[in-house]
């Protein structure tokens, strides 16, 4: 719901850094609440896309390319003009598995070492875009790895389903 109130601006609209309205290819650019946005060497900015219906990366296919682009054109756009920081210095990314499931991108200083920003979790936006540009059901197909604490309920079910 709280993606829905910033998307719907029922919540946060002040704190809007950019917004493309477009329904299909639009996306709001908020600042992620762990950052103060006192310094900018741990600048991070979250891209919520308007589509409902995209949960994750799995979820994504060729048709969404303008989309994507436009989330990493326009974002490195308006960090640039608001915060000084050129697009060559930040980290943009996706996390799988996503901490909710509504289709997001995440943008990051390059030195700041985010929670979820390693390898195992994150998956720029760039790549992204390059493997959806080679095959359309890239994210449908390919085996997705990616790391569980031990009390997560998900790690308990593979436990439970002798995958692990």
Not at 35 to 51: E, G, K
Not at 69 to 96: C, D, M, T, W
Not at 118 to 129: G, N, Q, T
């Amino acid at each position: 719901q709280w993606v829905y109130n910033i998307l719907e601006k029922k919540a946060e609209a002040d704190r809007i850094v950019h917004e493309n309205p477009d329904p299909s290819n639009g996306f709001v650019l908020v600042p992620d609440l762990k950052w103060n946005q006192n310094q900018l060497d741990d600048l991070y900015l979250i891209a919520l896309v308007h589509r409902r219906e995209i949960k994750s990366l799995r979820d994504l296919t060729a048709e969404h390319l303008p989309l994507l682009r436009n989330v990493l054109q326009e974002g490195k756009e308006a960090i640039g003009k608001r915060f000084g920081v050129p697009g060559s210095q930040l980290r943009i990314y996706l996390h799988y598995q996503p901490s909710y499931y509504h289709l997001h991108v995440h943008f990051t200083a390059l030195g700041y070492d985010a929670p979820g920003s390693s390898v195992e979790r994150a998956h720029l936006l760039a790549d992204v875009i390059d493997n959806l540009a080679m095959d359309s059901m890239y994210y449908q197909k390919r085996a997705l790895t990616f790391p569980l604490r031990a009390d997560e309920p998900l790690f308990k079910k593979f436990q439970e389903a002798g995958k692990v």
